[in-house]
């Protein structure tokens, strides 16, 4: 096989498994059961949100060196600071790793081993973490050449069976405003934001396996569709087998436990097991490049002062506190946060694309703290903004930006990035 055919499969896999978390795993389902008969037009809403943005965020910052820093730097030096840092916070040991701590006790040991307590079986989980993390060198083909095959050949016997032999029947459930509900389900699995801390990721790896910085777009775009296709692929089969359960579950029993009983009516006895190990090598892969990532972030911008390996353990040990409060309690945590943190990075990443045409750069500046006002607006409880088109659906800042961006370029003197990406 031809040798960037090979590097971009597996560097696709483990970009693929660090996508992949635990909500990936439960929002689809359920998404399925809510809609019933119109799983197809969820399935294109979650799609879009789930898998075009993070391609998108992966494209973007593929157009200047490969890492975030290309999209943030164009606003202002400090501001990208401090937003990534922000960013590397909220994603990495405030929400998203504390999450796959918290869903493996919860959804792999406790159910199989309930004589073990939380923070034990936590600890053990972010010392396997450190483990990967700290073999810098080869994190990359680790995850990509051994964890992932497994991860996804479990998923596969999963989601075929329940395509060939249909667990129930799909049935109409009245569900209404499908498209924007799925939008947001998809919107809320972090993998856009996520997709701007794992570029860097991707970049050094394949810069290690010798590519050179012309050669660097074409295979992060190649490993990104690799990503993609895999991701799309078991969103859409867990969303057609949720449909599937609409005749048997009641309001009641919730995302962990639909996909509970969907793979134990697909697999058998077996199936709750078998789905434990898909949850924890998804929460496992996903951590790791979370903690790869941020480690890294840390240890540039102090200018090595914070070694890579004292940010890894800082990162881990906060994560493990943060973990003991549980799957739901840090969801309600994350939701104020990603009001905030996503508007401004789907803002980043659309003028990054547009940025042969959205040459003002004050006027770009201008729609990114737009998109910021109207993202902690959404998060501030008692501010209603449902008078804002999309507002209902997550998007309320969208109309705003795009009108603040347009009035930039009216009002503001035309002023060209000093190094613009190409």
């Known amino acids: 096989m031809k040798k960037s055919i090979r590097d971009s499969i597996i560097v696709g896999f483990a970009l693929f498994s660090m996508f992949f978390g635990a909500g990936n795993l439960i929002f689809p389902g359920f998404?399925?059961?809510?809609?019933?008969?119109?799983?197809?037009?969820?399935?294109?809403?979650?799609?879009?949100?789930?898998?075009?943005?993070?391609?998108?965020?992966?494209?973007?910052?593929?157009?200047?060196?490969?890492?975030?820093?290309?999209?943030?730097?164009?606003?202002?030096?400090?501001?990208?600071?401090?937003?990534?840092?922000?960013?590397?916070?909220?994603?990495?040991?405030?929400?998203?790793?504390?999450?796959?701590?918290?869903?493996?006790?919860?959804?792999?040991?406790?159910?199989?081993?309930p004589n073990i307590g939380p923070f034990i079986a936590m600890a053990i989980y972010f010392a396997v973490n450190l483990f990967f993390v700290l073999r810098k060198t080869s994190i990359i083909d680790t995850i990509g050449k051994f964890l992932t095959p497994a991860l996804i050949t479990l998923l596969v016997v999963l989601i075929v069976k329940g395509l060939v032999m249909p667990i129930g029947n799909i049935t109409e459930t009245n569900a209404i405003n499908v498209f924007p509900t799925s939008l947001l389900e998809g919107y809320q699995t972090m993998d856009a934001i996520a997709a701007l801390l794992f570029a860097g990721v991707i970049t050094t790896s394949l810069k290690s396996k010798g590519y050179k910085d012309s050669e660097m777009p074409k295979m992060i775009l190649k490993s990104s569709l690799v990503a993609v296709i895999?991701?799309?692929?078991?969103?859409?089969?867990?969303?057609?087998?949720?449909?599937?359960?609409?005749?048997?579950?009641?309001?009641?029993?919730?995302?962990?436990?639909?996909?509970?009983?969907i793979s134990r009516n697909i697999l058998g006895s077996i199936g709750p097991a078998l789905i434990g190990i898909a949850m924890?090598?998804?929460?496992?892969?996903?951590?790791?490049?979370?903690?790869?990532?941020?480690?890294?972030f840390f240890e540039k911008i102090t200018k090595g002062k914070l070694s890579f390996k004292l940010n890894a353990i800082i990162i881990s040990i906060i994560s493990l506190f943060l973990a003991t409060l549980g799957v739901d309690n840090i969801v309600v945590l994350s939701v104020p946060v990603l009001n905030i943190l996503y508007p401004v990075s789907i803002t980043l990443i659309l003028t990054t694309l547009m940025s042969k045409f959205l040459t003002n750069i004050k006027a770009v500046r201008l729609g990114v703290y737009t998109s910021l006002f109207f993202g902690v607006l959404s998060a501030i409880p008692g501010i209603n903004l449902s008078f804002i088109p999309l507002a209902e659906i997550g998007f309320g800042w969208f109309i705003p930006t795009v009108i603040s961006i347009a009035l930039g370029h009216v009002i503001f003197r035309e002023v060209k990035e000093e190094n613009a990406i190409a």
């Open 280 to 296: 924890f090598l998804a929460c496992l892969t996903t951590s790791i490049g979370l903690l790869t990532a941020g480690s890294s």
């Open 230 to 261: 895999g991701l799309a692929f078991v969103y859409g089969g867990l969303t057609y087998i949720g449909a599937q359960t609409t005749e048997f579950t009641t309001s009641e029993i919730g995302k962990t436990g639909l996909l509970l009983l």
């Open 31 to 113: 998404l399925g059961n809510t809609i019933g008969d119109q799983y197809i037009l969820g399935i294109i809403g979650f799609v879009i949100t789930g898998v075009g943005l993070p391609l998108l965020a992966i494209i973007a910052c593929s157009k200047g060196d490969g890492t975030f820093k290309t999209l943030s730097s164009r606003i202002g030096p400090k501001f990208s600071i401090i937003f990534t840092a922000i960013l590397f916070i909220a994603i990495g040991p405030m929400l998203a790793i504390p999450r796959t701590a918290a869903t493996t006790f919860e959804l792999t040991i406790n159910p199989f081993f």
